[in-house]
């Protein structure tokens, strides 16, 4: 081996360690002296199902710990491994952007609708940091938890003719919370929104809802009709 090609081996390996250290990308003039602190994205295992939220990259933008903002970023959010991804373009390599320099990020779908993320301290079962979905905010919030598992299904082939028994599968959790009384899991249907709320109260949102053909069907009603019932007043019983 000459001497070139070992000064090229150094240099090669150099580079990629600085890319796992720092991924910094001067989109916007008020944060260039900030860096995004990450490392190189290495792909997950191939399974049936998938492991991400949104299936391709969509415009958004970081909030550092330190309140600072980055825009004009390409993110992608992992259910899977509960991080955020983004595309430097610069270097045309996928970060995954260190948790614990984040307060949280957002991006827009095609659709137009911007989605947004909060990292809080979850203290219930599996203790940590987590991203959670901000379905609603006010005096109580409506989070969601975007987590997706691996599950054992029937054996299958993938694109490679190797057998497998393993899929990505979605296992989102819902959360009314508050800083003063923490984390109140709910499911998405009428009667886990009613459990949610005293006697007197349950009777009085039936009626709310009845009076404005509100069915809850899915997560976007359910959504919306607590942001109702939460503009009437009434409180969640914790």
Sequence with gaps: MNIRIILLFILFHAAGFAITVFAQEPLNPNWDAEKIKGT???PYPIYDGFPFLNDSWLPGKIEFASGEIADSLYLRYSSFKDEVVYYNEAITTQIVIDKASLNGFSFTEK???TRVFRKQYFDGFMKGDRYFE???DGETDLLAYRKVILITISPYKDQNNILKNLAYDPNYQ???YSPAMEYASVRMNLGALLSKFDKVSQKSIKKLLRKNRIKITDEFSFVY??????K???KVAF
Excluded: N, P
């Design 40 to 42: 190189r994205y290495i």
């Design 232 to 234: 009437e007043g009434f």
């Design 134 to 136: 901000v379905l609603s």
């Design 111 to 113: 659709d137009g609708r």
């Design 174 to 176: 819902y959360y009314f």
């Design 225 to 230: 009709s607590w942001k109702l019932i939460e």
